[in-house]
């Protein structure tokens, strides 16, 4: 037998991405828009990691005025302050966020179906 070099494979793993997020570093530069199912074919698009400077209010009355759906701001304790709004609005918030300058669109996550 002739010494050959075997390299084994490491495993894959498939939650590496999710796992640095979690750690504190990653996640803290990121906005993330999700979107909750609620019942039936009603849902809520939320919207968190947004920076602390920004006024939550007036960004939401911003949204609701553009996007013709209702909001509220809401306090988690793990998250901070999180934006939902009414419906599926995944695409024209993370749109509305670049216009208006507020996130550059390489920060901007969005997560959901």
Do not use: W
């Not at 037998?1 to 990653?26: C, H, K, R, W, Y």
């Not at 993330?32 to 939550?56: A, D, P």
């Not at 306090?75 to 901070?80: P, V």
């Amino acid at each position: 037998m002739s010494d050959l070099d075997v390299q084994i494979p490491t495993a894959f793993d498939p939650f590496a991405e999710a796992n640095a997020e979690d750690s504190g570093v990653a996640s803290k530069e990121y906005v993330h828009v999700r979107i909750q199912q609620r019942n039936g074919r009603k849902s809520l698009t939320t919207v968190q990691g947004l920076k602390k400077e920004f006024s939550y209010n007036k960004i939401l009355k911003d949204l609701k005025k553009e996007f013709c759906c209702n909001g509220t701001v809401v306090q988690d304790q793990e998250l901070g302050q999180v934006i939902q709004l009414q419906g599926d609005q995944r695409k024209n918030v993370s749109n509305f966020l670049v216009q208006a300058g507020i996130v550059k669109k390489e920060h901007i996550k969005i997560h959901g179906f």
